[in-house]
């Protein structure tokens, strides 16, 4: 097999979507959860990521930080550091996080303008 | 052996320490090497319909994908939207390289063998994707399709154009094997577990005698028997 490690092949351009200046609101249970996550530590941040698959195609990646490699474009929304790559930028403007108390199924929740559909957890969305 | 080319199947190369898991979330077979060498996977849309068929297998470190999709560039452009932030890359190296399709042997197992730029996949014991440099010459090819088509009729495998198409989901194809059902959430999953727990729209490939069904019904066709796809 030619693998193509000569000059003949190149890997194939990977597309690059604008990038969005994102907009992103935290509703006031989400918020309380977080003060609670974070403390009184605000160094830390919370990044909201996009990752390939789930039952739809995308799924959502929430993590706490402190920094990223990720080229990531950082907000501050009542006083909480919040990152979103630019990678997924298109895809996350103009969401809701939201935290929804219930003992299944229950926990960090994202309301997405951009999804055409999401799956039944609400984990991931196309 | 006799020996097809198949031209229609592509090769890529993934690379980046993310290429597993990124397989993983989008593919409904489970990606794992440490229990098999070769790992047949489908890439689905949301509503479960095949969009790609993969073969996975390592080779010197590299994750190849002998690529089999009604719409290459538009597999590429899915894929490559779904990279994100992850360090993944994907190498299109079809062009270098002549696919050939060997069936009718006795195969031992699943199994990669790469000697001297001829690379070898063996699938489900019962064919092999044959891979080597367009810098020599074409092997000697069977032109003899309806051969084929006998010999997968009578061994009940489905086929991309025949039953396998973006009109199906897995279960009406017979490819129910390269659906992993413990794995987690990938695109199209939820589709196919609901199927599976109500046990509605399951279908299988079935032989029969020509003449049996009508015509219409019948997905492969060959030269005394065919198959067909029918409701369980």
């Avoid at chain 1, 929304?77 to 630019?86: A, D, K, Q, T, Y």
């Avoid at chain 2, 593919?27 to 073969?55: E, P």
Wanted: net charge negative; hydrophobic share 35%; with cysteine.
């Amino acid at each position: 097999m030619d693998c193509g490690t000569c000059e003949s092949a190149s890997p194939i351009v990977v597309q690059t979507p604008e990038v969005v200046n994102v907009e992103l609101t935290i509703t006031e249970n989400a918020q309380s959860m977080l003060e609670q996550a974070f403390g009184d530590d605000r160094s830390m941040a919370l990044l909201v990521g996009v990752l390939s698959g789930g039952c739809s195609g995308y799924m959502y990646d929430l993590q706490i930080v402190e920094q990223t490699d990720i080229d990531c474009q950082e907000l501050a929304i009542s006083g909480f550091r919040i990152l979103v790559p630019n990678s997924s930028s298109h895809l996350l403007n103009g969401i809701e996080i939201d935290y929804e108390d219930r003992l299944m199924g229950g926990g960090f929740k994202i309301n997405n303008p951009n999804a055409k559909s999401s799956c039944g957890c609400g984990e991931s969305f196309a | 052996m006799p020996r097809l080319a198949f031209d229609k199947a592509s090769l890529l190369i993934f690379a980046g320490s993310d290429r597993i898991r990124f397989l993983d979330g989008l593919s409904s077979n489970k990606i794992d090497f440490s229990t098999q060498d070769i790992i047949c996977t489908l890439v689905l849309s949301t509503k479960a319909k095949i969009m790609a068929q993969l073969h996975l297998f390592m080779l010197n470190d590299m994750l190849i994908s002998i690529t089999i999709s009604e719409n290459n560039d538009e597999l590429l452009s899915y894929l490559n939207s779904k990279i994100l932030t992850q360090n993944v890359s994907i190498s299109d190296v079809s062009n270098l390289n002549y696919i050939d399709l060997v069936y009718d042997e006795d195969y031992n197992s699943p199994s990669v063998s790469n000697e001297e730029g001829f690379t070898s996949v063996t699938i489900d014991n019962l064919y092999s994707f044959d891979i080597y440099s367009k810098k020599h010459n074409r092997l000697p090819l069977s032109l003899d399709y309806q051969s084929f088509i006998d010999w997968r009729v009578a061994k009940l495998i489905p086929w991309h154009g025949y039953e396998i198409t973006s009109k199906v989901n897995p279960y009406q194809c017979g490819l129910n094997s390269q659906v992993h059902e413990n794995k987690g959430c990938y695109t199209g999953q939820e589709v196919l577990t609901r199927m599976r727990s109500r046990n509605k729209g399951m279908r299988e490939l079935f032989v029969i005698n020509n003449g049996e069904v009508e015509d219409e019904k019948i997905t492969t066709k060959g030269t005394k028997q065919s198959l067909a796809i029918r409701r369980i």
